[in-house]
C-alpha cells in the first residue's frame, strides 16, 4: 500500500499535532530546562506537583520526541515515493532540506538548548543511504541501532570492576551552568550560552542516553511504516494497530518493571548506567508504540483528535513559537516565572498556551496552505526549480 491519500494526511497530521502538544507540556513543566523548584509550596500542592511530574514523564517522556522522529521518517518516505513515481531522485534536494532544517534548528537553539531539530538535521542524512534499500535490510540497521551498541559496549567493560563509582556524565556540568545563565543572564547571554555551552551539553546527554542511535533507527521505522501504508484508514490498519497494541504492551510492562528495580538489584554502579540507558530506551519505545497505536484506533473511530490537525500541519512553527514564548515566560530575562511555578501551574499554562497556539493554526491556515516556517522551508527546498505540487 504505497499511494498517498488525505485519510493518511490527516491522521499524520494529527499524530504531530498530539506530539508538539505534549512536547509543549512537557518543556513547560521543565521551565523549558530551568529546573527549579519554587520554595513554600504547602504539603498538598508539593504532593500534586510530584503527581504530575510523574505522570507527564510516564506519559511522555522520551515518547514525544520519539513520535516526533517516527513521523519525520514517514514524511521523508511520502516525499521520496512521489518523486520516484514522477522519475525525480529526492535525495539531493532533501539533503540540501536538512541544510535548511539545521538553519532552522541552530535559530531555535539560540532560544532554547534542548532542540531537536538541528539534532534530527545531521542525524536525518541517515536515510540518504538506506532509502532504496529493501525493507528487511533497513529493519536489520534499525534494530542494530534501537539495540545501542554503545552502551552494551559500556557494560561489557564494566564486567571486570562493576562497582567502579563513576563520575558524573559530562552533560551534567554544562547544565548547571546554563541553570545560572537562564535565571540571571540577559537575552545575550542566554543566546550565546545556548549556542555553545548548552548546545555541547544538549549534544552530550543525548550521546549519553542512547539519543544519537535511537533517533536515525525512529527515523528508519517510520520510513518503514510508510512503505507499508501503515497510516492509511482501513479495516486492515485497524487490526494491524491492535496487534502493534497488544505487543506493545506486553513488552512494555517488564521492561518497565526492570527499568523501576534495576537500582535494587545490587548489579554495581558501572554495570547499572548502561543497562539503564538500554532499559529505558527500549520501554520508551514500547510506550510510545502503544501512544502511536491507541491514536490511531481512536482516530479512526472519529473520536475528535482531529482537533490536533491544525497543529500537526504547522510542526515546524508550532515547535519554534513555543521555544521563544516559553522561554520568555520562564526565563530570568523574561517573565522569571520559574521562581513562581511548580509542575502543576506550569501544566496549566502549557495547556493554556497550546490552546492558543492551536487557535492562532486554524487562524492562519484559513487563508494559507502551510504554516509561515513551513512555507519558508518548502520554498527554499525547491529554490532554482518551477514551483510543483509536492507529493
Known sequence: MTTTSSSRLDLLDALRGFAIVSIMLLHNIEHFDLYFTPPGAPAWL???????????????????????????????????????????????????????????????????????????????????????????????????????????LEWYQALAAPDTKLADPASWAYFGRANEYMKHGSLFDVWTGNLTNGKTGVILWS???????????????????GRAGCFITSPE????????????????????????????????????????????SWSNLAFMAVLVASFSLLFYKGSGLAFFSPLGRMSLTSYVMQSVVGTALYYGYGAGLYQYTGPTLALAIGAALALAQRQFSVWWLRSHAQGPLEALWHKATWAGQARQKMA
Open 46 to 152: 508539593t504532593a500534586i506537583d510530584m503527581a504530575v511530574w510523574d505522570s507527564m514523564f510516564f506519559l511522555f517522556g522520551g515518547k514525544s520526541y520519539a513520535i516526533f522522529a517516527l513521523l519525520f521518517g514517514v514524511t521523508f518516505y511520502i516525499q521520496f515515493h512521489g518523486r520516484a513515481a514522477r522519475g525525480q531522485d529526492f535525495r539531493p534536494r532533501y539533503a540540501w532540506r536538512m541544510v535548511l532544517l539545521l538553519c532552522f534548528g541552530l535559530f531555535n537553539s539560540m532560544v532554547y538548548h534542548g532542540d531537536i531539530l538541528s539534532l534530527y538535521a545531521v542525524l536525518g542524512l541517515a536515510l540518504i543511504p538506506v532509502a532504496r534499500l529493501r525493507s528487511a535490510a533497513v529493519l536489520g540497521i534499525a534494530v542494530f541501532l534501537l539495540l545501542q551498541p554503545y552502551a552494551w
Open 207 to 225: 550521546w549519553e542516553n542512547g539519543r544519537l542511535f535511537q533517533i536515525p533507527a525512529l527515523f528508519m521505522l517510520g520510513m518503514l511504516a
Open 237 to 280: 490498519n485497524q487490526r494491524r494497530w491492535w496487534r502493534i497494541f497488544w505487543l506493545a504492551i506486553v513488552l512494555f510492562i517488564p521492561l518497565y518493571w526492570i527499568k523501576t528495580y534495576l537500582g535494587t538489584w545490587h548489579t554495581g554502579t558501572a554495570i547499572e548506567r548502561p543497562l539503564t540507558i538500554i532499559v529505558t
